[in-house]
């Protein structure tokens, strides 16, 4: 099935991204959120950053202009109901998705396919809310979503082959690289990504270096672009004490345990970049100051 129409439920930071891309890629999309005050935040974040691409050079005027006439936002569900393919981006919560597609499967066709953002919750539970797991998959895409390249494609037992194929072409006409994985737990990257994120917030813990040298030392000595620790602030500690927290009860591996200082930080609403401290304080954002958490 051509997938040429698009939902999207959520307009926050990943649902912006995701209705963006997705009007690039020349689809006519719908966006939902709860009320018009989320809504126009949600479509002035993505006017922004359209017009961000026109002034690099990275996208045409006529081509913005494009994108904006494919883009719809809405608050009723309803609106919804022609689409070929439906993104939910909302809170990571069970509760809420379960009763976001008890009322999708009574307004879609039987054709349209259901897919998840989530980053930690089980894809085949989630299926199994719904009256088509055969038609669910994930689409994991990631911060930013205009401009990381890559989206996970999540099968679950149910999935049919063809609805996998489906979602993972989709996934390249909106311009990203799609890496296929089944149902397990933090996926392909957040399995190999947390782990190292807890083990560096032990590395400190454990006063072995401060904040600025395991960042350093990462950068320097493995070439990534960015350190642990900033990298925890950027995705938000309470992000990540989720996400760890929700993998250490699938595997009770204690490599996915939240070390105690990460759990402390997060009650005490130190959460990162968004909350203006976190491993580093942001009062002066251009230049982030390392925290003193002894």
């Known amino acids: 099935m051509a997938i040429e129409t698009v939902g999207v439920v959520g307009c926050g930071l990943m649902g912006s991204g995701i209705a963006q891309i997705a009007a690039q890629a020349g689809c006519k999309v719908v ?9 126009n935040k949600g479509l002035q974040s993505i006017e922004k950053s359209l017009s961000k691409f026109v002034e690099k050079g990275t996208l045409s005027a006529s081509d913005r202009d494009a994108t904006r006439s494919r883009l719809h ?3 009723k569900l309803e609106d919804l ?21 008890a009322a999708l499967d009574k307004i879609c066709g039987k054709q349209t396919i259901f897919a998840s953002n989530t980053s930690s919750l089980s894809i085949t539970e989630m299926a199994f809310l719904t009256a088509r797991p055969e038609r669910f998959i994930g689409l994991h895409f990631f911060n930013p979503v205009p401009l990381m390249k890559l989206v996970e494609v999540i099968r679950t037992i149910a999935t049919e082959p063809k609805v996998y194929d489906d979602a993972v072409s ?10 296929r994985t089944s149902d397990r737990t933090g996926f392909i990257v957040n399995r190999l ?4 994120l807890l083990d560096a917030v032990r590395v400190l813990e ?10 350093n030392s990462m950068k320097l000595g493995c070439g990534y672009p960015m350190g642990p620790l900033t990298l925890l602030d950027f995705v938000g500690l309470d992000t990540t004490f989720y996400i760890a927290n929700i993998m ?4 009770k591996e204690e490599r996915f345990a939240p070390p105690p200082l990460l759990k402390r930080m997060v009650l005490a609403g130190w959460n990162g970049r968004k909350a203006g401290r976190g491993f ?14 002894g």
Not at 88 to 94: D, H, M, P, V
Not at 170 to 179: H, L, N
């Open 31 to 39: 966006v939902r959120e709860v009320s018009e005050e989320r809504l």
């Open 81 to 101: 109901k022609d689409c070929d393919l439906i993104v939910e981006a909302i809170i990571e919560q069970l509760p809420e998705k379960r009763e976001l597609y």
């Open 206 to 215: 454990g006063g072995v270096a401060s904040i600025e040298d395991v960042d």
């Open 193 to 196: 990504l947390v782990p190292y």
């Open 280 to 293: 580093y304080d942001y009062s002066d954002a251009a230049k982030p100051r390392a925290m003193q958490l």
């Open 73 to 75: 936002g809405s608050t």
């Open 170 to 179: 989709f996934a390249t006409r909106v311009g990203k690289v799609p890496v």
């Open 248 to 251: 250490f009860e699938e595997f």
